[in-house]
Every structure is written in structure tokens, then in C-alpha cells.
């Protein structure tokens, strides 16, 4: 995808956005308009071809002026673009004008995300598959300022970091393991310059990782950790650590899945995908904050190396830990992955990101991500980042009641309630016990990471990228 900056029309095709009591200039769009052929509710397309020189206008409609706002453009800009990909057109304008309710800068952002993400397939498997890449000229009135085109730029590596994170959880588990997952990173790192670091399996156990070795080792793909490191603010003591769920694939283990729970399990490295795009986007945009990006990742997996129920295991905070359940595995990986991000990298504040428990699509759908935290403030903060995006958080309570639940009865801590009561809770607070004191956001993908259905023009079915726009606004 190419994006310019343009005061004219550029191509022979133009998408023209338009609010329902808008009178276009055009005519012939204007009489069809009157004439009722086409009503410009929101997201509704006219494609109108000029009959003296085929020139083409995709009219999109963006609803009632009053109620608008980015995200309803977003959407409308979205359907345009998928118009546009199936008419197969390589080169267009979208007329992006200011008006009262939307600014050039709110368009031109919007107009990037929902061009890039919106039109995304996962069809490199496909034998008759048509590559299609667009060439977009943003055309409006007025000067085109440094602030425009340093706001394209930022749009387009934030979109870049999201198709990353959906090319890397889509792929299948035969493809990406723990290995060729670290691999796709260090080149990733090389490519846009940060600091990258791969622990192996030996160097897993010697840290006391047990946790993680647990889950990892009965996989012939053995485990890894991956750090990225981005020290944006070298004057600042404060560093986040942002730490991704990466199970390349999740069998369940003993405690193995049914067939179609298990069918989609390449999915389980959505917190990985989305802290690698995240990581692409800060270090391009060069923000000016210390990132430490951490991936536990490995495979749970069946062999006579696997880890049982009823093992007890330890863990690189110290604590032992029963395990009731090896389908738990995620809050084991990640645990060692929070210890060693502050005990080695002594990050501040801590957010992690996992597709971690079913239970989280009981209560919320595949419509918002839940969070578990221990911080008031930095949720507040999160949900403000959330605002100007389509991603959705919904806090879960954290009553004392709820830590019973992950009690051990012979070791300090149960990985899972055989229960099942509040399990996206308790799920939480286990990484909870190994957050020391540090402020801690867990943020529960497994409704939001990976699609079934198309939930708007912006999410295809499969990986999806979340919570990535949000987790860059925190930052920024
Ligand atoms: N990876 C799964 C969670 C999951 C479920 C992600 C559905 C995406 C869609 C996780 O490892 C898991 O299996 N969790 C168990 C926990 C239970 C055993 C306490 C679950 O949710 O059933
Ligand atoms: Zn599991
Ligand atoms: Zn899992």
C-alpha cells in the first residue's frame, strides 16, 4: 500500500465520502442522490462511472453529520476500500476534506487504518490467489503541512505493526514454533533496529524457569524467550514491560481439548503477535519511552516429556505451583516471563497480554478484552488510550474471595479452580501473584485476539491485532 498527500485529483478513480444531507457538486451523484437511487446512510456504496470517460466515483456514505466521528468514517472508508479491491483498482484518491466535524488529521488516520487493515486477507496458501496492492492519494484542500505527512508516516507503521502481529498468529503451528517464532523476530529487529535477545530452552532452565520449561518441554519444538528492548527515554527510570502469550499451538496437553476447541489453537500467540506489531510501531515511530517486550513463547503439546496433572513445578519468582490442569498453560509460561522481565530487566510497570482463558468469551464475547489489574489509575489510562480506537476493555472485579481459588493444597499456588468459577479472574490474579507490588494490567484477548466472525469492516476473520492501536496510544 502506497499513501500520498495531494491538493488535486490524481487518479481516474475517486472515493467520495458523503454525509446523508450533503449535496455532492457532481451532478449526476447529486441527481441520483435526489432521486432516491442512493441514500448515503452510513457505510452505504454507489459506484457511479462517468459515460464520456469511464472514469470511475465510489460514493460511500458516512450517515448523518451529527453522528459522526472517526471510527464511523473509519468504518465507511473501510467498505470503500473493499469496493475498490474487488473492482480490482490499483490507483485511487479519497477526497478528505475538513469540516466541522472531522479534521484532515482525523480523516488522513483513519483513511490508513481502514485501507490497510480493512482490506487484509490471510491467502498466501492460496493457489489462485490475486495480489492487489493499492496506490491512495489523499486529496483535500490547504497546505500539506510537516504534521500531515509525520501523521501519515506514524499511521502507516502502526497499521505495518497490526499486519505484522495477523501474518504471525495466522500462520499455522507447523510454520511458527518457539524457533522459527524467535527467528521471525531477530529478523524483524535487524530490520527496524532494536536491540533483540533469544534465550533457548538450556538457558530457559537455567533461570530457574520452571514454569515455562514445564509447559514447553514435551514438544519437539522446544521453548524460547524473546526480548526486544527499546530505550526511547534514557533519562526516565521508568520502563514498561509488555509481555505476550506465545503458545504457537495449544493441544490442551493431557488435559487434552476436543477436536473443535482445539481447531484454532495456532491462534494461542495472539498476546505475542501483538506485542512484536506493537514493537514495530514504537521503535519506527521512535516514542520516547522504555519498552522491554518479552514472549514466552512454546508449544503445549503430548509426549512422554510432557508435564502431568498433578505435577508440582516451580518457578523463577520461587513460588511451587500444583498443576491441576496442563490446558492452564498460559499463565505458567507467562509468569516466568513477568519474573524475568523485572528481575532482569527491572521494568516499572507491567502489562501482559494473553489469549488466556475460554471463560472471557462467556462473559464478554468476542467484543471486548478483559482486564485484570491491580492499578485503578493505569486502567483509567488505558481505557482513555481506547477511546480513539475500535478496541473495547472491560474491567473484572478482583475481590479477596477470588484468591482462595488458586490456593494449592500441597504447593503454594493451584494453576487452575476445578470449579471453574470466575475462571478469567483467577486466571488473571495467578500472574498476579508474581507481579510484586508493580503496577499491572492482564489483558485477556481470547474474545478479541482472533475473529469467527467479521465483527466490523476493520476485523477480517482470523488474527486480529488487538489491543495493539490502544497499548501504542498508552505509550505515546
Ligand atoms: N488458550 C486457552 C484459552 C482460549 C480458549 C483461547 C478459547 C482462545 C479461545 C487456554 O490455555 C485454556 O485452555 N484455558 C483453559 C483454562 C482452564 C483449564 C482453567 C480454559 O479456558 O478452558
Ligand atoms: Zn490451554
Ligand atoms: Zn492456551
Redesign the pocket.
Known sequence: MIYTLSNSVEFDTVVLPIYQEENPENEFISSIINKEIFTPKLKEIYVYINPINFNRTIVVGLGEKDKIDANKFMMAIAKAAKEAKKLEIGKYSVVAENDDKLSVIDKLSAIVQATSLGIYEFNKYKSDKKEYTTEISIQFEGEITTELTETLKEEINIAEGILIARDLVNEPANVIYPESLANRVVELSEKIGVEVEVFDHEQIQEMGMDALWSVGKGSCYLPRLIVMRHMGNPDSDEVFGIIG?G?TY?T?GY?I?PTN?MA??K??M?GAGAVIGLMNAVVKNNIKQNVIVVVAAAE?AISENSYKPGDIIGSMGGKTIEVL?T?????LTLVDAVTYAIRKENVTKIIDIA???????VALGDVATGVVTNDDEFYSQLVEASTTTDEKFWQLPVFEEYKELIKGKIADLA???TN?LA?SI??GLFIGEFVEDKPWLHLDI??T??AERTISEMTPKGATGTPIKTLYNLLK
Open positions: 502469550k503458545l495449544d490442551g488435559s481439548k476447541s484454532n489453537m491462534s494461542d495472539g503445549n490442569n490446558d492452564a498453560e498460559g499463565r489469549t488466556l482463558t475460554g471463560a472471557v468469551l494453576n487452575s479452580n471453574r475462571g483467577t486466571a481470547a474474545g485476539g482472533w
